[in-house]
T-cell receptor, first 119, second 111 residues
Framework: DAGVIQSPRHEVTEMGQEVTLRCKPI?????LFWYRQTMMRGLELLIY????????DSGMPEDRFSAKMPNASFSTLKIQPSEPRDSAVYFC?????????????????FGPGTRLTVL | DAKTTQPPSMDCAEGRAANLPCNHS???????VYWYRQIHSQGPQYIIH???NNETNEMASLIITEDRKSSTLILPHATLRDTAVYYC????????????FGTGTRLTIIP
């Protein structure tokens, strides 16, 4: 299994530019999570999807951020326009299907992350 | 979800057992204890979880006190590759998808 795949691994852009981060979850997983990690705020959940449907986007910082999951094997996180304070490592994670209440349902598999730098 | 408290950092000699404590004094009866770790420049990795019984897998052991207000993650024979930040997370499984990561414990294995 290739694991969760994220691209690009590194992105450097200038303030005001649009940034698109991509994620391919593990095949057969039906939940997908986007996290952001910074020194100041640690690791925080931005949004998650179940069966391609956004369930909770309360962690999305503001309207400049948007996420989509057009199918079970692909998701994007877009920032438009980007700002220097968006600089962080963005992780995507996926989880296999299961029954709520089964603790094995909660094991999330993380990708290697995308390091974003906004100048 | 219950709040957890972990020491910010710990050192352990290579080959010895690493014991990482976590306090979760406000844990509820339906909340599990999860441990993840994050090796430098990688995404977090699931280690183990438990409810009230002690648990062991190929990576680690989890000891939960009888009152469930604290737990200890044990890496029985620490290696240099175990150097990482270890996160203790407490959460229920019903209607809650989120993993809330705190600041964790930075474990350094000393050669």
């Amino acid at each position: 299994d290739a694991g969760v795949i994220q691209s690009p691994r590194h992105e450097v852009t200038e303030m005001g530019q649009e940034v698109t981060l991509r994620c391919k979850p593990i095949s057969g997983h039906n939940s997908l999570f986007w996290y952001r990690q910074t020194m100041m705020r640690g690791l925080e959940l931005l949004i998650y999807f179940n069966n391609n449907v956004p369930i909770d986007d309360s962690g999305m910082p503001e309207d400049r951020f948007s996420a989509k999951m057009p199918n079970a094997s692909f998701s994007t996180l877009k920032i438009q326009p980007s700002e220097p304070r968006d600089s962080a490592v963005y992780f995507c994670a996926s989880r296999p299907p299961g029954l709520a209440g089964d603790p094995r349902y909660n094991e999330q598999f993380f990708g290697p992350g995308t390091r974003l730098t906004v100048l | 979800d219950a709040k957890t408290t972990q020491p910010p950092s710990m050192d352990c000699a290579e080959g010895r057992a690493a014991n990482l404590p976590c306090n979760h004094s406000t844990i509820s009866g339906n909340e599990y204890v999860y441990w993840y770790r994050q090796i430098h420049s990688q995404g977090p990795q699931y280690i183990i979880h438990g409810l009230k019984n002690n648990e062991t897998n190929e990576m680690a052991s989890l000891i939960i006190t009888e009152d469930r207000k604290s737990s200890t993650l044990i890496l029985p024979h620490a290696t240099l590759r175990d150097t990482a930040v270890y996160y203790c997370i407490v959460r229920a499984n019903f209607g809650n998808e989120k993993l809330t990561f705190g600041t964790g414990t930075r474990l350094t294995i000393i050669p």
